[in-house]
């Protein structure tokens, strides 16, 4: 089974600059998830999908950043503009839909550094 | 709110050594789960073991094992007989069990407990 596929896995911008991030989820898992790493620091969510619906999204600066989950597969996360201050890596998670939290499986991940 | 305290920031050990990492959680919820998550050097979290509050008994799996005391809302995971493979960042994680509120499912990480195992 194809675990959670994250692209691209680096991204260097300038700041000002727009950048997006796909994710593709562990198939059948109807939830999905984008966190945000600082270095040092475990994982913070930023919005999370229950099919296309964005159920969560209370830690998304949505000023800048914006996500969707078109048709409730394949995920898009975006920043316009970026700040030097979003230089960090972006994970997505996925998790099969239920009346309990069950594990979240992670992709590997997308390293942003804006400069 | 829900917090997720690793005090341990660092531990360094030798193969073969048996080390503990502490986990320490808070939450107002009366039913949540607990996860451990490992994220090697490459950089992908990897599922280690999810427990709701409702099961103290404790788990062991190979090498592994987790010690779960809702006593002291403490979740400690031991790796007997340490390998250079196991070093990696170790997390904690909370989340609550509450279908239909915003946070269901939200996972609440620890700052994680950075372990090098040394030859």
């Known amino acids: 089974e194809a675990g959670v596929v994250q692209s691209p896995r680096y991204k260097i911008i300038e700041k000002k600059q727009p950048v997006a991030f796909w994710c593709n989820p562990i198939s059948g898992h109807n939830t999905l998830y984008w966190y945000l790493q600082n270095l040092g620091q475990g994982p913070e969510l930023l919005i999370r999908y229950e099919n296309e619906e964005a159920v969560d999204d209370s830690q998304l600066p949505k000023d800048r950043f914006s996500a969707e989950r078109l048709k409730g597969v394949d995920s898009t996360l975006k920043i316009q503009p970026a700040e030097l201050g979003d230089s960090a890596v972006y994970l997505c998670a ?3 839909a239920g009346g ?10 997308t390293r942003l550094t804006v400069t | 709110a829900q917090k997720v305290t690793q005090a341990q920031t660092e531990i360094s050990v030798v193969e073969k050594e048996d080390v503990t990492l502490d986990c320490v959680y808070e939450t107002r919820d009366t039913t949540y ?17 999810r427990r709701n509050s409702f099961d103290e008994q404790n788990e062991i799996s190979g090498r592994y094992s987790w010690n779960f005391q809702k006593s002291t809302s403490s979740f400690n995971f031991t790796i007997t007989a340490s390998q250079v493979v196991d070093s990696a960042v170790y997390f904690c994680a909370l989340s609550e069990a509450g279908a239909g509120g915003t946070s269901y499912g939200k ?10 195992v040394h030859p």
């Open chain 1, 94 to 96: 996925s998790s099969r």
């Open chain 1, 100 to 109: 309990t939290p069950y594990e979240q499986y992670f992709g590997p991940g």
């Open chain 2, 33 to 49: 789960y607990l996860f451990w998550y490992k994220q090697p050097p490459s950089g992908e979290l990897v599922f280690l073991i």
């Open chain 2, 107 to 116: 996972l609440t990480f620890g700052q994680g407990t950075i372990l090098t």
